[in-house]
C-alpha cells in the first residue's frame, strides 16, 4: 500500500494486513474464526451497487437478518445488520464538536464584522462633509458606493492576508492540541482550497462589512450634513442609533461564546474529576504478543508471562506489575454473553458483559479497590478452580440485594472448547472505565491469566517515581526470556487517560479562545462607540461643566449610556443563550446546557469589561476643559 494509507484510522494504525481464516488455526486446533458464528464484533466495509441508496442497502440487509434470526435463533437472536456511510464511521464523534467549533468561528467572524462596520460606519460619518461635496460635484450614488466598498474590500484583503499567514504559523501548534484520532490529522495543510476560501472570505467579508456604511454614506441630505459640520457634529439621531445597535449585536454573539465556553469549560473541569477507578500515575505499559510459531500452546504462553512478570517485578524501582488482555481508556474492548448457573437462560436471552483476562497483582497495580470477596493470587492456576471477579456495576445489575461471592457464571454460556470456562465469583471490584470518562461503567467480568492464558497482552507496571527507564528494564528482561519478543507501544498510562478527555479537552480550549478574540472585540466596539460619542458631544460636554456639572455627574452619564446598550444586548443574549447552547447538549458531561451559575459568571465577566471600556472614555471627557470645548466651536 502507499506510504500514507492508513485504515482503519485509530490511534496505532496497522502496517501489515492478513486474512481471517488464519486467525485461531494454529490456536489449540480451534477452528477458523471465519467458521465461528459468535464473531459478531467485526466491522465490515462494503461498496453499494451504483444507483443503490442507503436505504434500499439497508432493507436488503434487514431482509437477511429476519432469516439469519429464524435460522441460527441460539446465536442471531439479537444480532441485527445496521449501515451508514463509511464518512460518518470515520468522523465519529468529532462530527458534532467539529460542526460546534465552526459555528463558533462563525460567530467570531460575524463579531469582526459588526465591529469593523461600526468603525466604518463611524469613518463614515466623519466624512459626511466630504461625501456631501462629492454629491454636490455630481458624484453618482454608485460611484460613492463602489468608492467605500473598494476601501473595505481593501481592508478585508489585508485581514485575510494576516489572518493567513497566522493560520501558517500556528497550525503546528495547533496539531499539538488536536486528538490523535481526529481523521486524517496528519492531512491538515493550507492548500489551494484553502487559499481560494480565504480570499473568498477575506472580500466577502471585507464588503460585507462595509455594505451598510457605504449604502448609509451614499444617501446624504446635503444641507443637512454641512449644518451638522457646522455646529461641530456630524452624526445625526439615525446614526446613533444604527451604531448603538450594532453593539448590541457584538454584544449578543460574545455572549453567546462566553456561555458556551464556560459550559464546555466546566463540562472538561467535571469530567477530569471523575475518578477512573484506578491510579494512571507512575505507571508504564506496553503490547506484546508472542509468535504463534513459538508460542502454540496456552501452556507455552502462561508460562512465558509468568517467568516476564517475576522477573519484571524485582527490577530496581518497580512497585509492582501486571499484565492484562487489554487495559482501561485504550479504546479497546471485548463483551461476551454469560449465563448464570444458578439463574441458566437460553442463549439467545443471554445477557452481555465486558471480559478481560489478567494476571494477579493486576488491581493492585492499577490501585483498584477490592470492595468484597478477595483478589486473584498465584495459586489461581490452571489447576485450581475456575474463579472470576466481577465489577460492582456487575453486581448491583445481575445480583441486586443479594451477595454475588460464590456465584457461578459461564461467558458465552458455556464451557466449549475456546470459551472461557465457568468459574465461581471469589471477589467484587469498584468500577473501571474501560472505553470513556463520559459513560457509565459496564458490567465486567476478570478472569485470571493462568486459567484462560491468551497470547497478547498489555503489560502494567508501576514504578516509584520516574517510570521512563522500565522501556529500557522491559526490553531487557524480555532478551533474558526470549530475544525473538518485541515489546511495542511503550507509553505511560496518563497517556491514554489525557487521551479519553482530548476532544472535550480541545473544544473548551478552543471555544475559550473564541470567546476571548469575541469578548475584546465586544470591548473594542463599545469602547469605539463611546470614545466617539465623546467626540462627538465635546462641546455638549463642554456647555455642562459650565453651567455647574461635576465631574462625577459626567462620567455616569456617559457610563450609563454605554451600559444601557450592554444590559439590552445581555437581555437578547440570554434569548440567544437558551435557544443555541442546547446544541451543545450531547458536548457536555456532567452540567446543563442552561446552567444558571454558568450563566452568571460569564454575565458578570462580560459586564465588568463592558464596564470598563465605558468608563476609559467617561474619564476622558471628565478632563475637558470647558474653556477649549467652547474655543474651539
Same mark, same amino acid.
Given at each position: 500500500?502507499?506510504?500514507?494509507?492508513?485504515?482503519?484510522?485509530?490511534?496505532?494504525?496497522?502496517?501489515?494486513?492478513?486474512?481471517?481464516?488464519?486467525?485461531?488455526?494454529?490456536?489449540?486446533?480451534?477452528?477458523?474464526? /471465519?467458521?465461528?458464528?459468535?464473531?459478531?464484533?467485526?466491522?465490515?466495509?462494503?461498496?453499494?451497487?451504483?444507483?443503490?441508496?442507503?436505504?434500499?442497502?439497508?432493507?436488503?440487509?434487514?431482509?437477511?437478518?429476519?432469516?439469519?434470526?429464524?435460522?441460527?435463533?441460539?446465536?442471531?437472536?439479537?444480532?441485527?445488520?445496521?449501515?451508514?456511510?463509511?464518512? /460518518?464511521?470515520?468522523?465519529?464523534?468529532?462530527?458534532?464538536?467539529?460542526?460546534?467549533?465552526?459555528?463558533?468561528?462563525?460567530?467570531?467572524?460575524?463579531?469582526?464584522?459588526?465591529? &469593523?462596520?461600526?468603525?466604518?460606519?463611524?469613518?463614515?460619518?466623519?466624512?459626511?462633509?466630504?461625501?456631501?461635496?462629492? &454629491?454636490?460635484?455630481?458624484?453618482?450614488?454608485?460611484?460613492?458606493?463602489?468608492?467605500?466598498?473598494?476601501?473595505?474590500?481593501?481592508?478585508?484583503?489585508?485581514?485575510?492576508?494576516?489572518?493567513?499567514?497566522?493560520?501558517?504559523?500556528?497550525?503546528?501548534?495547533?496539531?499539538?492540541?488536536?486528538?490523535?484520532?481526529?481523521?486524517?490529522?496528519?492531512?491538515?495543510?493550507?492548500?489551494?482550497?484553502?487559499?481560494?476560501?480565504?480570499?473568498?472570505?477575506?472580500?466577502?467579508?471585507?464588503?460585507?462589512?462595509?455594505?451598510?456604511?457605504?449604502?448609509?454614506?451614499?444617501?446624504?441630505?446635503?444641507?443637512?450634513?454641512?449644518?451638522?459640520?457646522?455646529?461641530?457634529?456630524?452624526?445625526?439621531?439615525?446614526?446613533?442609533?444604527?451604531?448603538?445597535?450594532?453593539? &448590541?449585536?457584538?454584544?449578543?454573539?460574545?455572549?453567546?461564546?462566553?456561555?458556551?465556553?464556560?459550559?464546555?469549560?466546566?463540562?472538561?473541569?467535571?469530567?477530569?474529576?471523575?475518578?477512573?477507578?484506578?491510579?494512571?500515575?507512575?505507571?508504564?505499559?506496553?503490547?506484546?504478543?508472542?509468535? *504463534?510459531?513459538?508460542?502454540?500452546?496456552?501452556?507455552?504462553?502462561?508460562?512465558?508471562?509468568?517467568?516476564?512478570?517475576?522477573?519484571?517485578?524485582?527490577?530496581?524501582?518497580?512497585?509492582?506489575?501486571?499484565?492484562?488482555?487489554?487495559?482501561?481508556?485504550?479504546?479497546?474492548?471485548?463483551?461476551?454473553?454469560?449465563?448464570?448457573?444458578?439463574?441458566?437462560?437460553?442463549?439467545?436471552?443471554?445477557?452481555?458483559?465486558?471480559?478481560?483476562?489478567?494476571?494477579?497483582?493486576?488491581?493492585?497495580?492499577?490501585?483498584?479497590? &477490592?470492595?468484597?470477596?478477595?483478589?486473584?493470587?498465584?495459586? *489461581?492456576?490452571?489447576?485450581?478452580?475456575?474463579?472470576?471477579?466481577?465489577?460492582?456495576?456487575?453486581?448491583?445489575?445481575?445480583?441486586?440485594?443479594?451477595?454475588?461471592?460464590?456465584?457461578?457464571?459461564?461467558?458465552?454460556?458455556?464451557?466449549?472448547?475456546?470459551?472461557?470456562?465457568?468459574?465461581?465469583?471469589?471477589?467484587?471490584?469498584?468500577?473501571?472505565?474501560?472505553?470513556?470518562?463520559?459513560?457509565?461503567?459496564?458490567?465486567?467480568?476478570?478472569?485470571?491469566?493462568?486459567?484462560?492464558?491468551?497470547?497478547?497482552?498489555?503489560?502494567?507496571?508501576?514504578?516509584? *517515581?520516574?517510570?521512563?527507564?522500565?522501556?529500557?528494564?522491559?526490553?531487557?528482561?524480555?532478551?533474558?526470556?526470549?530475544? *525473538?519478543?518485541?515489546?511495542?507501544?511503550?507509553?505511560?498510562?496518563?497517556?491514554?487517560?489525557?487521551?479519553?478527555?482530548?476532544?472535550?479537552?480541545?473544544?473548551?480550549?478552543?471555544?475559550?479562545?473564541?470567546?476571548?478574540?469575541?469578548?475584546?472585540?465586544?470591548?473594542?466596539?463599545?469602547?469605539?462607540?463611546?470614545?466617539?460619542?465623546? /467626540?462627538?458631544?465635546?462641546?455638549?460636554?463642554?456647555?455642562?461643566?459650565?453651567?455647574?456639572?461635576?465631574?462625577?455627574?459626567?462620567?455616569?452619564?456617559?457610563?450609563?449610556?454605554?451600559?444601557?446598550?450592554?444590559?439590552?444586548?445581555?437581555?437578547?443574549?440570554?434569548?440567544?443563550?437558551?435557544?443555541?447552547?442546547?446544541?451543545?447538549?450531547?458536548?457536555?458531561?456532567?452540567?446543563?446546557?442552561?446552567?444558571? /451559575?454558568?450563566?452568571?459568571?460569564?454575565?458578570?465577566?462580560?459586564?465588568?469589561?463592558?464596564?470598563?471600556?465605558?468608563?476609559?472614555?467617561?474619564?476622558?471627557?471628565?478632563?475637558?476643559?470647558?474653556?477649549?470645548?467652547?474655543?474651539?466651536?
Amino acid at each position: 500500500m502507499p506510504p500514507r494509507f492508513s485504515f482503519p484510522i485509530g490511534d496505532f494504525p496497522p502496517e501489515i494486513w492478513t486474512t481471517m481464516p488464519i486467525l485461531r488455526e494454529s490456536n489449540d486446533g480451534l477452528r477458523p474464526m /471465519t467458521e465461528e458464528r459468535g464473531n459478531d464484533f467485526l466491522k465490515c466495509v462494503a461498496r453499494l451497487k451504483p444507483n443503490m441508496s442507503i436505504q434500499q442497502a439497508q432493507a436488503n440487509f434487514d431482509t437477511i437478518s429476519a432469516a439469519l434470526r429464524q435460522q441460527y435463533p441460539d446465536s442471531n437472536a439479537n444480532v441485527g445488520i445496521k449501515i451508514w456511510p463509511l464518512k /460518518t464511521a470515520m468522523v465519529g464523534d468529532a462530527h458534532a464538536a467539529l460542526v460546534m467549533l465552526a459555528a463558533m468561528a462563525g460567530c467570531v467572524l460575524l463579531v469582526a464584522c459588526v465591529n &469593523v462596520a461600526n468603525l466604518l460606519l463611524a469613518r463614515s460619518l466623519s466624512r459626511q462633509r466630504e461625501i456631501s461635496v462629492r &454629491v454636490a460635484l455630481g458624484a453618482g450614488r454608485w460611484q460613492i458606493i463602489r468608492q467605500l466598498l473598494g476601501e473595505s474590500a481593501l481592508l478585508g484583503a489585508c485581514g485575510g492576508i494576516a489572518g493567513l499567514l497566522l493560520a501558517i504559523w500556528g497550525l503546528d501548534a495547533l496539531k499539538t492540541f488536536l486528538p490523535a484520532n481526529i481523521p486524517r490529522i496528519e492531512q491538515i495543510a493550507p492548500d489551494t482550497h484553502v487559499l481560494i476560501f480565504t480570499a473568498f472570505v477575506s472580500l466577502l467579508v471585507g464588503a460585507l462589512a462595509g455594505l451598510l456604511p457605504a449604502w448609509r454614506a451614499s444617501h446624504p441630505n446635503i444641507a443637512n450634513s454641512l449644518n451638522d459640520a457646522s455646529r461641530g457634529s456630524s452624526e445625526g439621531a439615525r446614526g446613533r442609533r444604527t451604531r448603538a445597535a450594532l453593539v &448590541v449585536v457584538e454584544i449578543v454573539l460574545a455572549l453567546v461564546l462566553l456561555a458556551s465556553a464556560g459550559l464546555l469549560g466546566e463540562s472538561f473541569l467535571r469530567l477530569q474529576r471523575v475518578r477512573p477507578g484506578f491510579d494512571p500515575a507512575n505507571v508504564v505499559t506496553a503490547r506484546i504478543a508472542l509468535p *504463534d510459531s513459538s508460542y502454540s500452546k496456552t501452556a507455552q504462553a502462561a508460562e512465558f508471562f509468568r517467568k516476564l512478570l517475576a522477573r519484571v517485578s524485582t527490577l530496581p524501582g518497580v512497585n509492582s506489575a501486571a499484565a492484562a488482555w487489554w487495559i482501561p481508556l485504550s479504546g479497546s474492548e471485548i463483551a461476551f454473553n454469560f449465563d448464570i448457573q444458578q439463574h441458566p437462560l437460553p442463549k439467545s436471552e443471554q445477557p452481555i458483559a465486558q471480559v478481560n483476562v489478567v494476571t494477579h497483582d493486576y488491581f493492585k497495580t492499577l490501585r483498584t479497590k &477490592v470492595a468484597r470477596g478477595r483478589d486473584f493470587n498465584a495459586r *489461581d492456576d490452571n489447576n485450581a478452580p475456575k474463579v472470576m471477579i466481577v465489577s460492582e456495576a456487575f453486581a448491583k445489575q445481575f445480583f441486586p440485594g443479594e451477595d454475588p461471592i460464590g456465584k457461578r457464571i459461564a461467558p458465552n454460556g458455556s464451557p466449549e472448547s475456546g470459551d472461557p470456562p465457568v468459574g465461581e465469583i471469589v471477589g467484587v471490584v469498584e468500577d473501571i472505565h474501560l472505553i470513556s470518562l463520559r459513560d457509565a461503567p459496564k458490567p465486567q467480568i476478570y478472569i485470571p491469566h493462568e486459567q484462560f492464558p491468551v497470547q497478547s497482552l498489555m503489560m502494567l507496571v508501576r514504578t516509584q *517515581d520516574d517510570p521512563r527507564f522500565v522501556g529500557s528494564a522491559l526490553r531487557d528482561a524480555l532478551n533474558e526470556i526470549d530475544k *525473538d519478543v518485541p515489546v511495542y507501544r511503550v507509553r505511560p498510562l496518563t497517556d491514554y487517560v489525557s487521551q479519553s478527555v482530548a476532544q472535550p479537552r480541545l473544544n473548551a480550549l478552543l471555544v475559550s479562545l473564541f470567546a476571548l478574540i469575541a469578548l475584546l472585540l465586544a470591548a473594542a466596539g463599545i469602547f469605539g462607540v463611546m470614545s466617539y460619542s465623546v /467626540t462627538q458631544r465635546t462641546q455638549e460636554i463642554g456647555i455642562r461643566f459650565a453651567l455647574g456639572a461635576q465631574r462625577g455627574e459626567v462620567m455616569r452619564l456617559i457610563v450609563s449610556q454605554g451600559m444601557r446598550l450592554v444590559l439590552i444586548g445581555v437581555a437578547l443574549g440570554f434569548v440567544g443563550i437558551f435557544a443555541l447552547t442546547r446544541l451543545l447538549q450531547s458536548l457536555l458531561f456532567g452540567i446543563g446546557a442552561t446552567d444558571l /451559575t454558568t450563566m452568571l459568571c460569564v454575565t458578570i465577566i462580560l459586564g465588568l469589561i463592558a464596564f470598563v471600556a465605558c468608563w476609559l472614555p467617561a474619564m476622558r471627557a471628565s478632563r475637558v476643559d470647558p474653556i477649549i470645548a467652547l474655543r474651539s466651536e
